[in-house]
Structure formats: C-alpha cells, structure tokens
C-alpha cells in the first residue's frame, strides 16, 4: 500500500515540499470544482504550474493524488486491492471485514472520516464528490472480488454498494459515533459477524433489482 | 406515531408558540450540555420558564422533545415500536428495513438526516448526544424485538448495534450520499437484500463476543 502525503513531510528540501503543497492545494480545487471524474491529473499540474510527469512521480494515480489532498492516511482502493490479493478463498467478506477493521486501528483513520463527512455535510458539491470518488474509486475496486465477473454490470454494482453500505455503516458506528457494543467488539468478533453478510452481498442469494 | 413539532406551527396563538419555541431553546442547550441521559423534562421545563406538565403536553416523553429539538420529522423509537408492532411472524428484518425505507420516502428526513451529521461531526460534545440517543432510545427499541429477550443483556445489546450499524449505512448511502445503486433500487428489493442480514442479526446464527 503505498503511504500519502509524504511528499510535503519535513526532511525533503522546502522547494520540493512548496510544490507538493502547491500541487495538492490545486487538486482540492480541482476536485472541488470538477468533481472526482472531471478532474484531471494535466489540468491539476497546469493549475500548480507543474508538469504532469511530476505529480504522477509525488502522487502516482489520481485515487492516490484524491486520497493525499483530502488527508486520508491510506488509498481506500489500493487498500481494497490488497486486501483482495491476499484473500483465502472461504470467507472473502470475513477477510475483507476483518482487513477494513484493522486498517481503522491505524492512527488519523477516525480523523479523516470525520473530516470527509464534514466535508461532504458542508455543501452538496462536497457530497456529490465523496459520491462519484464511492461510485469510481472504491466500489469497482471490490467489484473485482472473485465470483462478480459472473453477474451483471447491473447486479455487481447493487451487490457491491450493498458492500460498501453494511462496511460504512460499521466506520459509522464504530469510528465515528463510537456505539458501545461495535467500538468495544474485537476486529476477530465482528469480523465473523458481518463477513458472512458480505458474503451474501457479494455471491450469495441476494435479492437483486431485475431479478 | 405521533407527529413533532407541531406545537410551534402556524394556525396557534403566538403566545403558544413563544411558549413552545422557549422550550425547544431550552431543551436544545439541556441536550448539548448535559447529553440525553442527563437531560430532564423538569430542568428543560425550568429554564424556558413553564411548568413541566406543559412540555409534557407539547411534547409527551423526551425521546419526542428530543426529536422535535434535533427537527426530526418523526420520533424515531416511535416509528420502530410501530414497525414492530406490526410485523408478521416471518422475516421480522425484512419488515422493518421496509418499515425504515419507507419512513426515509417522507418530506424531510434527508434533511433531519444531514442536520444530524452536521451537528454531530462539528464537535465531539454532539457526537456523543448522537451516540447517547442512539444507544438509550433507539437500541432498548430495537431489543424489544422478538426472540431478543432469551439472549443476554450483553449478546441483545451487540445484536441490535449490528443491526443499526447496517440501516445506518444504508441511511448514509441511499440518503445521505445518494450512491447510485442503492438511491435508484426500489423499497421492496432493499427490503428483500437487506432483511436477511437484519434477521441473522437479531436471532441469527451470529458470532458474538464470549461465545
């Protein structure tokens, strides 16, 4: 997984760090005003007054350039990614579960989801784009889950934003609001709680729309 | 269920009114300084000057003076204690996803939805009145489900958390971010997907903690 934002860390010379900062502040705007499709990394360089080649060196691909200028701690879909990699093959969603809760357990997890729903409360811009980065980032990074090739484009996007709604409502009340009972579950407990429903989601009998 | 907020509406004396906007004030700084539990009638009836019977006649119990001040457009363990009520034998979960995908169609919920987060994510005094609500008057709801009541206090209070972290996801991503899949699929097949996991949830074969 590769790890955000280091770029404008302390320890590199401030011209290297000046341009990284500048370069991020330029995909804020970006994705703020374009949302997650229309931005490109060309037009976030040119605002920066860089050149593409650069951003791709700092950022690599426009889920991690997204993830660094809204302060995540990792890439959500390079995390996806990996969790998928290293999948046993009974039980993908009990290790999909239990990869998403360990990676809370990670320092600045809790701060930037608080800071991407603030974000995404203030104005419906902000709410479309955490949307659109849901609808193109993340969701067709799980739609790649052995098994979904086999549906429907239709039925693999239900079944994995069905996914993604059980795994957000799990950061909701476990990180956010911090519910008792789910805050004080161990990673191992819940993950076999809700693994098997994102078993059914993903490849189970799933009523789906059309069916 | 019984509508909120009605008392300050047009169509009243003003004096009423005055009287029913004193006391929202009142029970609003009540919640944001003392949390849900800590709140009483009595002190809120105190500080907007009137005597405790009134609030109690605007208002009825405080789960409804609270959900009038966050300007829910219902009480929502009234909504519930409905939707239990009037469940069928089979497939309880299925019955309240409906019950709670229904209840989002009304005017104003994505609103009071968003009005919470906001208020919720801006400090983490709000946050903990949102978690405090949820925990003391919509969980004990939950659990008067039944089949519940042979589980411990412990195992009930797990298994109606999942059960509201799964609704809440599908509240954040049908309601509040709008995701495609999930906005454009009808009442009936949520309720279908979705009331398995709910059931398995409640009385299922779930994995809880100290088994």
Redesign the interface.
Known sequence: MTPVAKAGRSGRRSGESGTSDAILEAARAQFATRGYQGATIRAIAADAGVDPALVHHFYGTKDALFAAAMRMPVVPSEAIAAALASAPQASLGTHLVKSALTLWESAGVREAF?GL??S???SEEA?AL??EF??DSI?PTIARAPGLAEFSR?EA??RV??V???????A???L???????A???VD?LA???G??VD??LTGD????GD
Do not use: H
């Open positions: 608080l729903l603030r995404a409360v203030a709410m955490l949307r849901v609808a969701l239709a996007d239900y934003s069905l993604a709604s059980q795994i957000l409502g799990l909701l009340t476990r956010v609001i911090g519910l008792p009972a789910i004080g579950a161990s407990e076999a709680t809700v098997p429903t059914r989601y799933a009523a789906v729309p």
